[in-house]
């Protein structure tokens, strides 16, 4: 397998769904061995932040990266589509914080990574195969990772403590196509309850009913629907795809994971590349 990054640079721009502040990123093709790297243009001297299980910083709803005293937040949308799309090396220049939400989902990363073409670079790509199970827990989350020689295989039971949010199942074999067609699409989701705790930390300013499922306690999702009957399940993959990408390698492994979010994930991400060491 060789490693690859896109053919053509583009841009893409919006609000944060944490910060509320729009942001314009380019993207742009980098080289052999480089990683997926951020750039913060608006900040003196453009610091680096590169996509690495050692720069994460944790934070409450999204992942949060930062190396110095640069920090880039919601970064976990691209990181799943270039996972998906075995992209390897990217530049990643913004002028803000935060990765712009856009509709809440990754299909607008997808779309235009796909439309910049992919090249194929003479590097040899790192992949990494897991040699024993590896298991991580906290209350009644579990996340679970185990050999499996074929890829990555996910499998996500999502359960909340509210009745008017139904237990999901979702199990998947990764691809370009599935994460497309099955994963890209599905949006972030808050229960409506959740929402003015949220604001109160600082968080979800620029989400509003258009980029974010919110789900009033009656069940039904306000000014918005469904684009999956279970949308919310897909999400928990897709962000767990992201946190996964910060390995830095194509990984072989069956991930078995049940209520897990971001901080969870961090701890399966450590554990698996400790096995490494």
């Not at 970064?75 to 390897?88: G, I, K, S, V």
């Not at 808050?190 to 989400?207: F, Q, T």
């Not at 949308?231 to 993959?237: A, G, P, S």
């Amino acid at each position: 397998m060789q490693q690859q990054t896109i053919q053509n640079a583009f841009t893409l721009s919006g609000i944060g769904l944490h910060t509320g502040a729009e942001v314009h990123v380019h993207v742009q093709p980098a080289p052999a061995d480089a990683g997926i790297v951020f750039v913060r243009s608006d900040l003196p001297g453009k610091p680096r932040v590169e996509a690495r299980l050692e720069n994460l910083h944790q934070q409450m709803r999204c992942t949060t990266l930062k190396q110095g005293n640069a920090e880039v937040i919601t970064t976990e949308h691209l990181l799943a589509t270039c996972y998906a799309l075995q992209l390897d090396n990217l530049l990643v220049e913004m002028d803000g914080q935060e990765m712009p939400g856009i509709d809440g989902s990754a299909l607008p990363f997808y779309q235009a990574l796909s439309k910049a073409g992919v090249q194929r670079q003479a590097a040899e790509a790192k992949e990494l195969v897991l040699r024993h199970e590896v298991q991580v827990g906290k209350e009644k989350a579990l996340l679970r990772a185990s050999s499996y020689d074929k890829g990555l295989k996910i499998e996500y039971v999502l359960e909340h403590d509210v009745a008017y949010v139904p237990a999901q199942y979702l199990i998947l074999e990764l691809s370009a196509e599935k994460f497309a067609r099955e994963i890209a699409p599905a949006r972030t989701f808050v229960l409506k309850r959740e929402v003015e705790h949220l604001r109160s930390v600082g968080l979800g300013k620029g989400a509003n009913t258009h980029n974010t499922l919110v789900i009033a306690e009656n069940g039904t999702i306000i000014e918005n629907t469904l684009r999956f009957p279970d949308e919310f399940v897909r999400h928990k993959v897709l962000d767990l795809i992201g946190d996964l990408a910060l390995l830095g390698a194509r990984l072989k492994a069956f991930v078995s994971a049940s209520r897990s979010g971001h901080q969870l994930n961090a701890e399966l991400v450590r554990e698996i590349a400790k096995t490494q060491e």
